[in-house]
């Protein structure tokens, strides 16, 4: 047992060590330089060339600037350089606040300006879970990301110093079991208001608000959309914790969530986003950047996620994310109809959410009925609750991508076989071994003749083979709710049966994807990973847009 032990440990560690050289995200922090020929930038590069100790005395400087340069924009508000002068103090001013730790929004701030005191101040909300005393509040220009996942800034030109807020002390969940996770990244946008002497500084959600008044002018409010994303994916490098997941699934399973990546809003569809064998949350955020960068896609849709230990079979996993959907309509009464996009594994999941299962997949594995199933209560509901189950009415759309709908072959080669052994025992999320032997052994032999001797783990579950696979795809999903393919396929082309060659992303084949009666099917020049690539997320806008009837 040692001996196994050790090897397990050693070949995780060893694909840790493969897949560490690929980052989905480094930042690299910096102190913004400016150049500006302008009084309020002169100002700017003055104060940052000669900074005081004093915080309020340096947070003055850049209120200073900003003043002037909103003195501009009052009488000239496409002057664009105005703005940037506007902008840059604003960040500047909440880079000190960081860096040297003062709180404005507990108590006014008096900085000495160069016309005399001004009363500076942070605004919020009241709520606890948004106490800015909670978060870091750091400006977005002050970092570069390089990445897999993060390449081009998406940004949104308009008024206001760009923020990452990254929440530190506290866990978020304790106030929203549906918010983003116990770690919290977001972007807001500062923007500074000026009334006499008193300046006061106010966030805004560019995912909620496109425009701001300011003076006696509208503004578009500026967004950096990629920085969020790319400071989370840096700090948090999840993909450690994907391979974990993958191996080690009972380790991980109070960590299955669905939740969302923004606030709530009543008035925008849900976008769910289920990732795939391996993956996380985390592999989405090429869409995600993407989408938020659109400005109808913004004004009309929030994005929520389901994430789960991919090493567990995923009609089980299918199973636990209609009880999060029962618990998130339960907390968001009266949500929009979600549009659901599933990549490969997530696929699957997606399709059991539009399918009623009747009797079939249950009577493919027993003959007794499910009353008669002799497990523990909690046992026997999981089993027959991920056999037997009826689409979501809350679904209004699907977009598969890269979905391995028949399995892949992937899953029965040496790698796939090798992986199967080494996931840990997946029996936990029965309650133990004893409830294994007795679903398994209950169980009837597949039209193979094979019985089962395990509880299926992810990989299993994926061969095209199996039963579970062959029978779903016996299935008609339900009518009235459209679905689209996206596939890829490497860009080499191939035969779309399974005659060699044949079309595939290098995992998952096109035979296996395709599926009859969507409504649109695109091939995309891409590798597995369809869900980032540039023409896949141009087609999910394309799905989104007709969605919404434009």
Known sequence: MKAAFSFHTLLISLMLATTSCSHYSKAREKRPSYKSETASGRMI???????????????????????????????????????????????????????????????????????????????????????????????????????????????????????????????????????????????????????????????????????????????????????????????????????????????????????????????????????????????????????????????????????????????????????????????????????????????????????????????AYYDLPPSKLPLPPEAKETIVNSLIFKHRPEVSRVIYASASQRGADLATNFLGRLGAKIIASTADILGGKDEEFEAVSLSKSDSAGAQLKRMPNSIDALKPGNRFVTTMDELKPVKGVPYNSIIGDRGKGGNLDRTPPVSTDGIVPYWSSHLDGAESEVIVPSGHWSNQHPAAIAEIKRILYKHLGK
């Not at 999941?349 to 009577?363: F, H, P, Q, V």
């Open 45 to 363: 590069i003055h104060a940052l060339k000669h900074p005081e100790k004093q915080p309020e005395v340096q947070i003055a400087r850049f209120i200073d600037a900003a003043a002037i340069a909103a003195a501009v924009l009052e009488k000239n508000p496409n002057d664009d350089q105005a703005l940037k002068d506007y902008n840059f103090a604003a960040g500047r001013i909440f880079e000190v606040i960081h860096d040297s730790g003062v709180e404005p929004w507990k108590n006014p701030l008096i900085c000495p300006g160069a016309q005399g005191n001004w009363s500076f101040t942070i605004t919020h909300n009241g709520k606890p879970e948004h106490n800015p005393s909670n978060f870091r509040i750091l400006p977005a220009d002050r970092f570069e990301f390089r990445g897999t996942l993060v390449k081009d800034r998406t940004m949104k030109r308009g008024l206001g110093a760009p923020m990452v807020i990254a929440s530190k002390g506290f866990d978020p969940t304790k106030f929203d079991p549906f918010i983003q996770g116990k770690n919290v990244y977001y972007g807001v946008t500062e923007v500074l208001q000026f009334k006499g002497r008193s300046c006061t500084a106010a966030y805004m959600d560019p995912l909620a608000t496109e425009t701001v008044k300011f003076g006696s002018h509208t503004f578009p409010v500026a967004a950096d959309f990629t920085a969020p994303l790319g400071l989370a994916l840096a700090e948090l490098k999840p993909r450690k914790a994907e391979i974990q997941r993958l191996f080690r699934p009972g380790e991980f399973v109070s960590n299955t969530r669905l939740a969302r990546f923004q606030p709530y809003d009543p008035k925008k569809i849900p976008i769910l986003c289920i990732h795939g064998l391996g993956d996380s949350q985390a592999t989405w955020a090429p869409m995600i950047e993407a989408l938020r960068g659109d400005a109808t896609i913004r004004q009309n849709y929030q994005i929520w996620f389901f994430s789960y230990p991919t090493g567990y079979p995923y009609p089980i996993m299918a199973e636990v994310l209609r009880k999060k959907l029962d618990a998130i309509n339960a907390y968001y009464p009266g949500h929009k109809r979600m549009v659901v996009i599933g990549h490969s594994m997530g696929g699957m999941i997606a399709r059991e959410l539009i399918t009623d299962s009747g009797m079939k997949i249950w009577n």
